[in-house]
């Protein structure tokens, strides 16, 4: 079946630093990718998707690209703010369902 | 912008009751879902509802949960007797069309809900 794996956690950066976070899939047919964030506090909110291979998607100085290669869907950023600091879900969306994987832990220290 | 809304937000409810968790869906949205995350843990799918009727559910949706769109807003989940190992945030979600398009589920906020 489908299966979303991400890298473990938590992660903890400085302001202003690099970001990847790992996310590799395993699915049939064409699935489309998502991230997903979970402020403290909230729901999940859709941060950025790629609907096909070699898409790129981005939002908020997040960006992430489809690589059907390498089943991978890496979340990076180039520098990262103190309100990043939330939890950040990889996920696919085959027949119906979104899949996610375990989710990510980031915290950013001023 | 249209959104996803859940009441109540957080619920408390004492082991073998029934609770239903309440969703108003996105109004020309097609396709309804829940997930729940228990604490801690990674959000797992429940069951998606199309035309009425539940269209794939998981291993965790069993006798115990239904689903039900009463009156073509709302979508709701029943849980019929409450064990404490269904604490968790839940999770109602919609979606336009289904998957393989260019579309994408939207979240509502969660409602918690506290089984003691």
């Known amino acids: 079946g489908n299966s979303v794996t991400q890298m473990e956690g938590p992660v903890t950066l400085s302001e202003e630093a690099f970001l990847t976070i790992n996310c590799t899939y395993t699915?049939?047919?064409?699935?489309?990718l998502f991230w997903y964030v979970q402020y403290p506090g909230e729901g999940l909110q859709l941060l950025l998707k790629a609907t096909k291979a070699d898409d790129k998607g981005s939002n908020k100085g997040f960006e992430a690209t489809y690589r059907k290669e390498t089943t991978s869907f890496h979340l990076e950023k180039g520098s990262v703010q103190v309100s990043d600091s939330a939890v950040y879900f990889c996920a696919l969306r085959g027949a119906q369902k979104l899949v996610f994987g375990q989710g990510t832990r980031l915290t950013i220290n001023p | 912008e249209p959104e996803v809304t859940q009441t109540p937000s957080h619920q408390v409810t004492q082991m073998g009751q029934e609770v239903i968790l309440r969703c108003v869906p996105i109004?020309?949205?097609?396709?309804f879902y829940w997930y729940r995350q228990i604490l801690g843990q990674k959000v797992e799918f429940l069951v998606s509802f199309y035309n009425n009727e539940i269209s794939e559910k998981s291993e965790i949706f069993d006798d115990q949960f239904s689903v039900e769109r009463p009156d073509g807003s709302n979508f709701t989940l029943k849980i019929r007797s409450t064990k404490l190992e269904d604490s968790a945030m839940y999770f109602c979600?919609?979606?336009?069309?289904?998957?393989?398009?260019?579309?994408?589920?939207?979240f509502g906020q969660g409602t918690r809900l506290t089984v003691v």
């Open positions: 109004s020309n949205h097609l396709y």
């Open positions: 699915a049939t047919g064409y699935p489309s």
């Open positions: 979600a919609s979606s336009l069309r289904q998957a393989y398009s260019n579309t994408e589920a939207f």
